[in-house]
């Protein structure tokens, strides 16, 4: 079963705006995780926020976490034709090791 | 290699046969898993594997699926007597730990598609 939802579930911008993904989950976690997938293809490591963090930053990315509200933010900013892509929030749930719990992700399109 | 390698990155089946589908984790990774993906969804978790712990088949859709690590490091996921709704991307992933902090590290796939 899906641990979080992401919203919207499509996002077409211009280069050069904002783009700002959401994810909700339902359970209690020990981390929160962003992977980004192109093309229907493998998934690639954005960056994790540990459940007693409340912001964090890599690069041109901005991850926010608020566990009262169950709900994290992915901000990627000055965007580009390249990060058109699928991302996606994943979490461990509560004390479960090992697996990780997906969303449905959001497809976001930068157009030129 | 330095990342992880899947093969063969596209199966075309009938429905009916069997297939397998293999992963080849990066050196020294102690944890794999498999998921699933079909078209538009998330992943589905389906197994994992830790060290020799027993490992975690509960995502395992029926009983017609199976995996098996060898020598802890490649792992095989057969699927018996394949259906249409088996069509999906399966996607394998290691980590160096199943510590609830470690970044998972995928590979490109398989697309299986059961006609």
């Known amino acids: 079963s899906q641990q979080g939802e992401e919203d919207p579930q499509a996002l077409s911008i211009q280069e050069g705006e904002n783009a700002t993904m959401n994810c909700s989950y339902k359970?209690?976690?020990?981390?929160l995780q962003w992977y980004r997938q192109n093309s229907g293809r493998g998934l690639v490591h954005l960056i994790l926020i540990r459940s007693n963090e409340r912001e964090k930053h890599s690069g041109r990315l901005r991850v926010t976490l608020d566990t009262s509200k169950k709900s994290s933010s992915l901000l990627i900013t000055a965007s580009r034709a390249a990060d058109t892509a699928s991302y996606f929030c994943a979490t461990h749930r509560g004390s479960t090791l090992g697996r990780l719990y997906f969303g449905r992700g959001t497809q976001l399109t930068v157009w030129p | 290699g330095a990342g992880v390698s899947q093969s063969p990155s596209n199966k075309v089946t009938e429905k009916g046969k069997d297939v397998e589908l293999r992963c080849d984790p990066i050196?020294?990774?102690?944890?794999l898993y498999w998921y699933r993906q079909s078209l538009g969804q998330g992943l589905e978790f389906l197994i994992y594997f830790q060290g020799n712990s027993a490992p975690d088949k509960s995502g395992l859709p029926s009983d017609r699926f199976s995996a098996e690590r060898t020598g802890g490091s490649v792992s095989t996921l057969t699927i018996q007597r394949t259906q249409q709704e088996d069509s999906a991307v399966y996607l394998c992933?290691?980590?160096?730990?199943?510590?609830?902090?470690?970044?998972?590290?995928f590979g490109p796939g398989t697309r299986l598609t059961v006609l």
């Open positions: 359970t209690s976690i020990n981390n």
């Open positions: 992933a290691s980590s160096f730990t199943s510590g609830r902090s470690s970044e998972q590290f």
């Open positions: 050196s020294g990774h102690t944890a």
